[in-house]
């Protein structure tokens, strides 16, 4: 119930492509679905976020496409750059219920030039 | 400038030797949490704390203990520690009031021998 699953494990993009992460949970009482971004020697740092009142949300090159009944939520990056290169985790939270979140595996992105 | 911070960043100790990391944030926040990071898991809760004096444990508290008599601090020990407690630990703070976002300091790598 818990459980948030990730996939691809890896993924290798060329540059300007676009890069697609999935995530899939199962506990329907999550209400706040957040992307991650960890750097090599870093911790992670919030990179978007999404709550289930909406099903797309918009920054700058990175979406976060949300479908609730399918309780499924996706990372788009558009335009995909180098700097891009990074770890990239999804979660899952009860915002109201102690703020403990599930955190994805992770998705190793590397943008080649 | 607002942040995380763990000490010691890296560490390599023996079975059984006791050990603290320590960890502060600055910004005043009544949630913090210890994650430890594992390749092909992701972040897994550790312990958490709401407030001063208030702690719980996570999806992985066995051989851990925690403590959080003041507001800014939230040391992680190890009692004893062993070779499965080898991994990469994140402090993580963020403001009770449902804001979502989590602040992680920037990692502590232990290995156990």
């Known amino acids: 119930q818990q459980q948030v699953k990730q996939s691809p494990q890896s993924l290798i993009v060329q540059k300007g492509g676009i890069s697609i992460i999935n995530c899939a949970y199962e506990?329907?009482?999550?209400?706040?679905f957040p992307w991650y971004q960890q750097f090599p020697g870093k911790g992670p740092a919030l990179l978007i976020a999404?709550?289930?009142?909406?099903s797309e949300k918009k920054e700058g090159r990175f979406t976060i496409s949300f479908n609730k009944s399918a309780k499924q939520f996706s990372l788009h990056i558009m335009d995909s750059q180098p700097g891009d290169s990074a770890t990239y985790f999804c979660?899952?939270?009860?915002?109201?219920?102690?703020?403990?979140?599930?955190f994805g595996p992770g998705t190793r992105l590397s943008v080649l030039p | 400038e607002a942040q995380v911070t763990q000490n010691p960043r890296y560490l390599i100790t023996v079975t059984g030797k006791k050990l603290t990391v320590t960890c502060s944030q600055n910004?005043?926040?009544?949630?913090m949490s210890w994650y430890r990071q594992d390749p092909g898991l992701g972040l897994r809760q550790i312990y958490y704390?709401?407030?001063?004096?208030?702690?719980d444990k996570g999806d992985v508290p066995e051989g851990y203990k925690v403590s959080r008599k003041e507001k800014r601090n939230f040391p992680l020990i190890l009692e004893s520690p062993s070779p499965n407690q080898t991994s990469l630990y994140f402090c993580?703070?963020?403001?009770?009031?449902?804001?979502?976002?989590?602040?992680f300091g920037e990692g502590s790598r232990l290995t156990v021998l």
């Open positions: 993580a703070s963020s403001f009770w009031a449902n804001t979502g976002e989590l602040f």
């Open positions: 506990n329907t009482a999550f209400d706040y």
């Open positions: 999404i709550r289930p009142d909406v």
């Open positions: 979660a899952a939270s009860e915002l109201g219920y102690g703020q403990n979140f599930v």
């Open positions: 910004m005043n926040h009544e949630y």
């Open positions: 704390s709401m407030n001063v004096e208030v702690t």
